[in-house]
């Protein structure tokens, strides 16, 4: 029987979980072709009214707020409208 002090045990036990703790996160993070952290910030919407921060997904020029359900432009909207008309 091979005898090992019980701190060297803990030391390796914890190594061996950290490594495969960040093997799991690289592969997890990596190996996504698709998802892209600014194609969600794209996304994000936030209501004038209630100031609720939501995902918007959708292509529609006005959203519904789903939290106070109130009818807002989508910032896709404003930034097109600011471009085109800079004195507003």
């Known amino acids: ?4 002090e019980i701190t060297l045990a803990e030391a390796l036990f914890l190594s061996v979980s950290i490594f495969l703790v960040i093997i799991v996160w690289i592969f997890y993070n990596y190996n996504k072709k698709e998802k892209n952290i600014i194609n969600d910030a794209m996304n994000l919407e936030q209501c004038r009214f209630c100031a609720h921060v939501f995902f918007n997904y959708l292509d529609n020029d006005i ?3 789903p939290l106070c359900k109130s009818y807002i432009e989508t910032n896709r909207t404003r930034l097109t409208s600011e471009k085109s008309n800079p004195n507003v």
């Open 1 to 4: 029987m091979i005898k090992i």
């Open 63 to 65: 959203v519904i707020c």
